[in-house]
Each structure stands twice: as structure tokens, then as C-alpha cells.
């Protein structure tokens, strides 16, 4: 895929849209913790690491291609987020921002743990 083929929040830094996902999910009464266990799960960076990518200002693109292991759960993420259905968006980069973004609304909306992480229930 050429650069222009791309959307230009994949060059953009992951840092510069993270202080929107913390402040969505602080208006609504949850914490930096949630959001960063959730980023962790979808990644499978550890805190420091995460911490290092925020740092250095890492872009989506390289941020997702960095990712010490990208959940294999990740593809029980349905369900829209702006209008687009996240399991339709074909471009790879384009569509792991989809899914933390729908992390990121289902932690505002109020869900559990466990059902954002999808883990089983008692288990």
C-alpha cells in the first residue's frame, strides 16, 4: 500500500491521541489504569513499554507493528465505532485502531472488565 493509499492517523504519534482516550474515559468516572490494561491486552506490551512508546512519540503505524504480541482475541471485536464497523475495515493498521478505539467507548459505556477484555465469564 502506497503512503497516499494510507489514512494520516497511522503516521500520526499514538501519544498525540492517547490523552483523548484517557480523557474520554476519565469523563466518565474510569481511570489511566483501564485504559493502559486495556492497551496492554490489545498489544501485549508491558507498562514500561507502553510508557517507551508513548515517549517516544511512536506513530499508530509503527506502534501495531512494534507490539510485543497483538491479542488473538482482538477478532471478537464487533460492533461500530463512528459509523464503521469494526470488523469490516480492511486496511490491518486502520483496523487495530478500530478495535482499541472500541475498547476505549466500551470502558466509557460503563462495561466490565472482563466482557472489553473478553474473557470468559468465571473463568
Excluded at 40 to 55: K, P, V, Y
Excluded at 76 to 91: F, P
Aim: with cysteine.
Amino acid at each position: 500500500m502506497q503512503d497516499m493509499d494510507k489514512h494520516r492517523i497511522c503516521s500520526a504519534s499514538f501519544a498525540s491521541v492517547y490523552p483523548y482516550y484517557l480523557a474520554k474515559a476519565e469523563k466518565k468516572g474510569r481511570t489511566k489504569a483501564e485504559v493502559d490494561e486495556i492497551i496492554r491486552w490489545l498489544t501485549g506490551h508491558c507498562q514500561e513499554g507502553l510508557d517507551a512508546q508513548l515517549a517516544n512519540r511512536t506513530s499508530f503505524e509503527d506502534f501495531f507493528a512494534q507490539a510485543p504480541g497483538m491479542n488473538p482475541s482482538r477478532s471478537l471485536i464487533t460492533g461500530t465505532v463512528c459509523g464503521v464497523r469494526v470488523e469490516a475495515v480492511e486496511e490491518p493498521t486502520m483496523r487495530e485502531i478500530r478495535y482499541l478505539d472500541k475498547l476505549v467507548d466500551e470502558l466509557a459505556k460503563g462495561k466490565v472488565m472482563e466482557k472489553i477484555l473478553r474473557r470468559p465469564v468465571g473463568g
